[in-house]
T-cell receptor, first 111, second 115 residues
Framework: DAGITQSPRHKVTETGTPVTLRCHQT?????MYWYRQDPGHGLRLIHY???????DKGEVSDGYSVSRSKTEDFLLTLESATSSQTSVYFC??????????FGPGTRLLVL | KQEVTQIPAALSVPEGENLVLNCSFT??????LQWFRQDPGKGLTSLLL?????REQTSGRLNASLDKSSGRSTLYIAASQPGDSATYLC??????????????FGKGTLLTVNP
């Protein structure tokens, strides 16, 4: 394993509530990514980080924000969860030209 | 915009059969292409990475080829086993520029190997 964990692993929440997902790495990789995986859409990039406090938007960033105050932690926040954000969220880490290593995923259900 | 397509979406084969999974991409300006495996309820595991200058990569019973000019890659699995049952995804990394670490994924091929 590439030393990447996600928490929580499962979460059920209600529409309109804020939700924060955490990705933690022990590998000191510079790049960290948040993806969501949905049937029929595959994996889509939400946000990514290329260093502490350096983040940028991916393909499906609306409704999501991220923060990275330490190399090892990358947080994904849903400011006001909606049912369309029910998904499986994956964090990945890597360095610029290498493969990406994926975490185990977080299953989020928004009721 | 890069688009990655995987055909077939699902494949069921008897144990021991050799099989090929296909991946096509619309923009040939890629840095590399990767094949991943995903088991149910799990994250992705990298299987093979082919640089744009390479034609193929091998790891055990797996062989991945890349034809950049035609926008195609194949993953060949020899002597399939029930333990190979999983979803296989390919992903391309674009060439150059500030965003060349953004992968574009196909939707995957669900492989079932029957004992």
């Amino acid at each position: 394993d590439a030393g990447i964990t996600q928490s929580p692993r499962h979460k059920v929440t209600e529409t309109g509530t804020p939700v924060t997902l955490r990705c933690h790495q022990t590998e000191n990789h510079r790049y960290m990514y948040w993806y969501r995986q949905d049937p029929g859409h595959g994996l889509r990039l939400i946000h990514y980080s290329y260093g502490v406090k350096d983040t940028d938007k991916g393909e499906v960033s609306d409704g999501y924000s991220v923060s990275r105050s330490k190399t090892e932690d990358f947080l994904l926040t849903l400011e006001s969860a909606t049912s369309s954000q029910t998904s499986v969220y994956f964090c990945a880490i890597g360095d610029r030209e290498e493969t990406q290593y994926f975490g185990p995923g977080t299953r989020l259900l928004v009721l | 915009k890069q688009e990655v397509t995987q055909i077939p979406a699902a494949l069921s084969v008897p144990e021991g059969e050799n099989l090929v999974l296909n991946c096509s991409f619309t923009d040939s300006a890629i840095y590399n292409l990767q094949w991943f495996r995903q088991d149910p309820g799990k994250g992705l595991t990298s299987l093979l990475l082919i640089q744009s200058s390479q034609r193929e990569q091998t790891s055990g019973r797996l062989n991945a080829s890349l034809d950049k000019s035609s926008g195609r890659s194949t993953l060949y699995i020899a002597a399939s086993q029930p333990g190979d049952s999983a979803t296989y995804l390919c992903a391309v990394r674009p060439k150059g520029g500030g965003s060349n670490y953004k992968l574009t994924f196909g939707k995957g091929t669900l492989l079932t190997v029957n004992p």
